[in-house]
C-alpha cells in the first residue's frame, strides 16, 4: 500500500508491502509521485524489485574509508595500498554516491592519473575501487545495481616487464660502493641477495632463530605468497650471516634506509634502471645460466609455476652461445 503526503511544498511517498522494506522519498510534484508508487508496486508485483536507498545514501568515499580500514590494514602491502586509498579518499570521485557513480566517472579518472602516473599504477586505483564495490555488495549487504561501472571501462594495457640484470663488472663495482656506504651492513645485504635471490622484505625480517648453521639452511616465514620457504645457504652467506650475532633482526634497519643507500651505492657507480628487487632476477638467471633446474631455482625463490619464475629470469641470447656451440658441435 503506497501513501502520499504533501509537507512544506513536497510530495512524500511511503511504499510498504508485505516481504518487502519500506521505501520512502519525496517528490516535488504529485504526478512524478505517482509514476514512482506505479512502478515500484508493479516491479514489487512482478517480484523483480530492488530496494536501492542504501547506495543512493551512500558515497564512494564511505566504503573506501571501511575499506581500507577493514580490508587494507590485513594486507602485507597495506602501506602502498592505503596512500593509494588515501589519494582517492580526497579526490571529488569520492563525492558520488555509488547509485550515481558511473563508468564515465571512472574513464575521467583514468585519464587523469595517466597523465602523471605510469599505467600499471593507474590500474591499481581503479582494481581497489572495483573490489571494494564488490566487498560492498557482496559482504556488507548494500544492495547495488549489477553491473560494476569499473567493468565498464577498459582497464591500461600494462607491460611492466623488465630485462635488466647487472654484468659480473657492475655486481663488483656496486659491492665495492657498498663498501663504502653510510649504511655499514649495505654490502652484506646486497651479497645477501645476490647470493639467494630472496626478497627484501623477507631479508629484513630474518631472525637468528630462522637459521639452521649446522645444516646450512635458511627459513623464510611469513613470506609474500604466506608461505613459509627453506633454502640451502651457500658459503658466502653464512659467513654473512655469523658477523651480526646481536639483537632480534640480522639485518637491522628499514627497508626505506635500505632502499635511499642503496639508490646512492647505485649513483656513485653509474649503475643505472636497477632496483634492489632486481637482486632477485640476477640469482634466477644466473642460477639457471649455471646448471640449475626449473624446479630448483623455483624452490629457493619460491615462485610456484615457471610463468611466475620466467618474469625473474632475464637470459640474453649471448648468454646461450657457448651452450648452443655444444649442440651444434659435430665434431
Not at 643505472?272 to 637482486?279: E, I, P, S, V, Y
Not at 615462485?303 to 637470459?315: D, G, P, S, V
Request: glycine share 4%; hydrophobic share 40%; aromatic share 8%.
Amino acid at each position: 500500500m503506497a501513501y502520499t503526503m504533501k509537507r512544506n511544498g513536497r510530495y512524500h511517498v511511503a511504499i510498504r508491502k508485505k516481504g518487502y522494506p519500506e521505501v520512502y522519498k519525496s517528490f516535488h510534484d504529485l504526478k512524478t509521485a505517482n509514476k514512482f508508487i506505479r512502478d515500484v508496486e508493479s516491479q514489487m508485483e512482478r517480484g523483480v524489485f530492488e530496494d536501492y536507498s542504501g547506495a543512493r545514501g551512500t558515497t564512494l568515499r564511505e566504503i573506501l574509508v571501511k575499506y581500507r580500514d577493514e580490508r587494507t590494514a590485513l594486507k602485507k602491502g597495506w602501506r602502498e595500498e592505503t596512500n593509494t586509498i588515501n589519494y582517492l579518499i580526497k579526490h571529488k570521485i569520492a563525492l558520488h554516491s555509488l547509485m550515481t557513480l558511473k563508468s564515465h566517472h571512472i574513464h575521467k579518472l583514468m585519464t587523469e592519473l595517466g597523465k602523471t602516473r605510469a599505467p600499471g599504477t593507474v590500474k591499481k586505483f581503479i582494481v581497489i575501487i572495483c573490489h571494494a564495490w564488490r566487498v560492498a555488495k557482496k559482504e556488507w549487504g548494500i544492495n547495488l545495481p549489477a553491473e560494476n561501472p569499473c567493468d565498464m571501462v577498459t582497464l591500461p594495457k600494462v607491460n611492466d616487464a623488465r630485462d635488466r640484470i647487472l654484468t659480473k663488472s657492475e655486481s663488483t663495482k656496486l659491492l665495492d660502493a657498498c663498501l663504502e656506504s653510510n649504511l655499514p651492513m649495505l654490502r652484506d645485504i646486497v651479497e645477501f641477495a645476490l647470493s639467494v635471490g630472496a626478497r627484501q622484505g623477507e631479508i629484513l625480517k630474518l631472525k637468528r632463530e630462522h637459521i639452521d648453521f649446522n645444516k646450512k639452511l635458511i627459513t623464510f616465514f611469513d613470506t609474500k605468497n604466506d608461505a613459509d620457504r627453506t633454502i640451502p645457504a651457500p658459503d658466502n652467506v653464512l659467513t654473512i650471516l655469523k658477523k651480526y650475532r646481536f639483537g632480534e633482526f640480522i639485518f637491522n634497519t628499514t627497508d626505506r634506509r635500505l632502499r635511499k643507500h642503496f639508490t646512492i651505492a647505485c649513483k656513485k657507480v653509474e649503475i643505472k634502471d636497477f632496483r634492489f628487487h632486481d637482486t632477485r632476477a640476477c640469482f634466477a638467471t644466473n642460477a639457471l645460466l649455471s646448471g640449475m633446474s626449473i624446479a630448483e631455482v623455483a624452490a629457493i625463490t619460491g615462485h610456484k609455476t615457471w610463468a611466475q619464475l620466467k618474469r625473474y629470469t632475464r637470459i640474453k641470447p649471448a648468454d646461450l652461445l657457448d651452450k648452443i656451440n655444444n649442440v651444434v658441435n659435430f665434431k
